[in-house]
């Protein structure tokens, strides 16, 4: 929930995140690459602004922690990936 909290938009925060506080939804932090394990610095996956306010996300993940599960209906899958012209390392 704190990368919702931090990077999220306000619709994402008003309309997802009591959910996930409460419970009521499940989330999934899809972060392990094949070539990276879990090592930020490493990933490869980009994800590219498109004009609508989407995001076009381009690589793989694996290992993803409760992604198929029955805590809840609904699962929201947090995507980390590199943005073009970010900084490198963890930061980007």
């Given at each position: 929930?704190?990368?919702?909290?931090?990077?999220?938009?306000?619709?994402?925060?008003a309309?997802?995140?009591?959910?996930?506080?409460?419970?009521?939804?499940?989330?999934?932090?899809?972060?392990?690459?094949?070539?990276?394990?879990?090592?930020?610095?490493?990933?490869?996956?980009?994800?590219?602004?498109?004009?609508?306010?989407?995001?076009?996300?381009r690589?793989?993940?694996?290992?993803i922690?409760?992604?198929?599960?029955?805590?809840?209906?609904?699962?929201?899958?947090?995507?980390?990936?590199?943005?073009?012209?970010?900084?490198?390392?963890?930061?980007?």
């Amino acid at each position: 929930a704190k990368i919702l909290q931090h990077h999220g938009t306000d619709e994402q925060r008003a309309h997802v995140l009591p959910k996930l506080l409460s419970g009521e939804w499940c989330g999934t932090m899809c972060l392990s690459e094949t070539h990276a394990g879990s090592s930020l610095t490493d990933i490869r996956t980009t994800a590219h602004p498109q004009p609508d306010g989407t995001y076009k996300i381009r690589g793989n993940k694996m290992w993803i922690t409760a992604a198929e599960n029955n805590f809840g209906g609904t699962i929201v899958h947090m995507v980390l990936a590199k943005l073009p012209g970010a900084p490198a390392g963890t930061k980007g």
